[in-house]
C-alpha cells in the first residue's frame, strides 16, 4: 500500500514538472543557443502579424508560433497566442487544447482564459463544461466596471442552454459534395443560384483569380465569382470564372441572384463602407455594377441582401441607425419597395421587432415562394454566434415569430448565408469536413423526414470571417418529401419560323382580381426565362413582343399545390393570315357559355392587340373535349365563341372584322387514340383540358 502512494506521488510530482511554464530563456536552453535564437525570432514575426493595424494575420502567425511552440512546448505565452490564433480561423476548434494547457502552465497570467476555455468548449459542444468556464470568467470581472462584458457572458451561457435543447431533436439531413466540377483543393463558399437551381454562381479563392493576386493579410488568392450549371441530377459543369466586369483585380463577391438569374447584386467594399451594386445579365455576359440609390446603399454598411420573386421588393441588411443619422448600430434586416415612376427603390422600412434584435441580423435569403425569410441573427435563440432562423409572411403582412431551423444545420459557431430550392427539398451549403477536397467546400443538402429547411453555413461574403462552416451527418435513410407549394415556369422564347430567341415582355396577372403582378423579360440573347409562381392564385400570363402575336398561358395553383416545374418553348408568330393563337384564359363555368370575370384581362388584351392592327380580321373559335354528346358540344362551343365576339364588340370593336365559329370536338389538340395511351389520371384531365379551348385565327390583314 505505501508502495502505491509512492508511486503517485512521484506520478504527481512528474505532472507539476511537466505543467511548468517554460521561459524562452537561455538558462533554460544552454545547449540550444541558435535554435532558442530562432524560436525568439518566430515568435517576434508572429507577434508581428498579431497587431490589429492594420487587421490582425492570424494565418500567418499560426506556423511560427507552431514552430516555437515545437521547440518549447511548455510555455504558457505561446500556447495562449496560438488558441488566440486558431480561434479566428476556420480551424477554431482547435483553439481549446492550446489555451487550456496555457491555463495549466500559468494559471493566473491570463484573466480572460476561463472566457477563451468557455469559447473552446462552446465550439465543441461540451456545453455543462462552457457554462462552468463561463461563470469562472465571470468571478474575475467587476460587477460596476465591467457590466457589459458580464452581460456578454450571461448571453453565452444562455446561448449553450439553448444549444443543449436543440441538439435533443436533431434536423435529419443527407449532405453530398457538389463534386471536383465546383469543388477545388481551395475555399468555395457563400452560394447563390436561379430558383430551379439550374445555375449557381459562388465565390473562391483559386489560382485563377483576375489579376492572379493574393491578400497579404490573409495569404490567400483574392476572391472572384464562379459559375456552374446543372448537367444531370447531381453533376455540375466544370466551374468558371465570370470574369470582368464584376471580377476586378481585387476582392469580387456575389451576395444575391434575381430568380431568373438576370440581375446579381454585389457587395463592394468601397474602402470600407460596404454597399450593394446591381449588375444585368445579357446572355453570359454580364453589365459594370451599379451602386444602388442612396436610399439603401448609403454611408452605412450593407452587407446582405435579396430579391423578392416578383421583383417588387428588396430585402437587404444594414446597420444604419433608425433615423438614419449618427453612428452604426447593430445590423437589422430593412425592405424597400420599387418605385416604378421614379425607377428607384425607396419607402424603406425595418422588419419589426420580432424578426430584428438587439444583436446582429445578416445572410438573407427569400424563398422563391415569396414568403419564407431566412436569416442569420446573433439573438433569438441562437446556440453560439450566428444562427439561421426561418419566418413567414402571413397575409396580413406580419411576420411569424422566427424558428432557429435547428442542429446540425446551426452550430456553435457563425452560421451564415445559405439558399434553398425552389423545390423546398434541397439546399446548398458551404461545410468545412474531412471528407472534402480541402478547406471550404460546397455542399447539396437533402432533407429527410419531417420537413426541415436546411442552410447555406459560411463565412462573409468579402473577405473571410471567423466563421467556421458545420459539418453535418446522415442520421436517417432518405425519405419521399412534400415540395414548396408553387410552380416554376421556364422556357425559352423565340421566333415562330426562324426559332431564333426573342426578347419578349412576360405579364404576370392575378386572373381573379386583374392585378398586375409582376412583369418580367426574356433573356435578350438567349431568350431564357423564368417566373415563379406562388401557391393560392390563378395566374394568367401574357408574353409579348414587338410585330409578333401574344401567347398566353393559364396556371391555377391551389394553396395547397406540390412543387411543379414547367418548361415550355414559346414560339412566337408574327401577324399573318392563317395563324391561330390559342387564348388560354378565357373562362367559362361547366357547361355554360357565360365569360367569368377572370376571362377580362385576356379579353382586353385580344382588344390591344386588334386596335394596334386596326385591318386585322379574326375568327374566334371555341373547341370541347371529346366526352359528351357531339351536338351539344358543337352548341357549346358555338354560343362559348359568341360570348367572346359580344364582349369585343361591346368594348369597341367593330363587328365586321370578327366572325365566330364552334367546332365541337372535331379538331383536337391531343387525339384520342395519343389519350388511351396515357396513363395516369392527371395525365388524360389534362390532356382533355388542353382540347377545351378558345381560339382566334386571322382570316385577313
Known sequence: MKTIHIIILLLASASLIAQKDVEFDKKNFKNQKSELKEALKNIKQADDFMQPSPVPRYTQAIPLYLAANKFNPNNSYVNYQLGLCYMNTINKFQALDFFKKAYALNPKKFPDIHYYIGRGYHLNMKWDDAIASYSQYKKVLDTKKDAAEIAHADKLIQECRAGKELVLKPVRVWIDNMGPNVNTEYPEYAMIMTADASEIFFTSRRPSTTGGGMDEFLNEYFEDVYTARRKGKNEWSKATNIGSPINTKGHDAAVALSPDGSKMIVYIDDNGDGNLYESYRKGDSWSKPKKFNKEISGPYHEPSAWYSSDMKLLYFVSD?????????????????????????????????????????????????????????????????????????????????????????????????????????????????????????????????????????????????????????????????????????????????????????????????????????????????????????????????????????????????????????????????????????????????????????????????????????????????????????????????????????????????????????????????????????KQAIEDAHQENRRTEFKIISN
Open 320 to 680: 444604419r441607425p433608425d433615423n438614419n443619422k449618427g453612428p452604426a448600430k447593430d445590423k437589422d434586416i430593412y425592405v424597400a419597395t420599387w418605385n416604378e415612376k421614379k425607377e428607384k427603390w425607396d419607402n424603406v422600412e425595418k422588419l419589426p421587432a420580432n424578426v430584428n434584435t438587439s444583436y446582429d441580423e445578416d445572410g438573407i435569403f427569400l424563398h422563391p415562394d415569396g414568403r419564407t425569410l431566412y436569416f442569420s441573427s446573433k439573438g433569438h435563440n441562437t446556440m453560439g454566434g450566428y444562427d439561421v432562423f426561418k419566418t413567414v409572411k402571413n397575409n396580413d403582412g406580419t411576420w411569424s415569430d422566427p424558428v432557429n431551423v435547428g442542429f446540425p444545420i446551426n452550430t456553435p459557431d457563425d452560421d451564415v448565408f445559405f439558399v434553398v430550392a425552389a423545390n423546398g427539398r434541397h439546399a446548398y451549403m458551404t461545410s468545412f469536413r474531412e471528407d472534402g477536397f480541402g478547406g471550404r467546400d460546397l455542399y447539396k443538402v437533402t432533407l429527410l423526414g419531417v420537413r426541415k429547411e436546411p442552410v447555406l453555413q459560411t463565412e462573409n461574403r468579402l473577405i473571410a470571417s471567423s466563421g467556421t462552416p458545420v459539418s453535418a451527418k446522415v442520421i436517417e435513410p432518405k425519405v419521399e418529401l412534400t415540395g414548396s407549394r408553387l410552380a416554376i415556369l421556364k422556357g425559352i422564347v423565340r421566333d415562330d419560323k426562324t426559332k431564333k430567341p426573342i426578347q419578349a415582355e412576360i405579364e404576370l396577372v392575378d386572373n381573379v382580381t386583374g392585378e398586375v403582378l409582376a412583369e418580367f423579360r426574356s433573356d435578350e440573347v438567349s431568350g431564357r426565362f423564368l417566373v415563379s409562381l406562388p401557391a393560392g392564385k390563378n395566374y394568367g400570363i401574357a408574353v409579348k413582343a414587338d410585330g409578333y402575336l401574344f401567347h398566353s398561358e393559364n396556371f391555377d395553383i391551389q394553396e395547397d399545390a406540390d412543387y411543379k416545374e414547367v418548361e415550355k418553348l414559346i414560339d412566337l408568330k408574327k401577324a399573318e393570315v392563317g395563324q391561330v393563337i390559342v387564348l388560354r384564359n378565357i373562362f367559362f363555368d361547366l357547361a355554360k357559355y357565360s365569360l367569368r370575370s377572370e376571362s377580362k384581362n385576356e379579353l382586353d388584351r385580344l382588344i390591344k392587340l386588334l386596335e394596334e392592327n386596326p385591318k386585322l380580321k379574326i375568327e374566334i373559335s371555341g373547341h370541347t373535349d371529346s366526352r359528351g354528346s357531339a351536338s351539344l358540344n358543337k352548341t357549346l362551343s358555338e354560343n362559348r365563341a359568341k360570348a367572346v365576339v359580344d364582349y369585343l364588340v361591346e368594348n369597341g370593336v367593330q363587328k365586321n372584322r370578327l366572325t365566330h365559329k364552334g367546332y365541337g370536338k372535331d379538331q383536337p389538340i391531343v387525339t384520342d387514340e395519343a389519350i388511351s395511351k396515357l396513363k395516369t
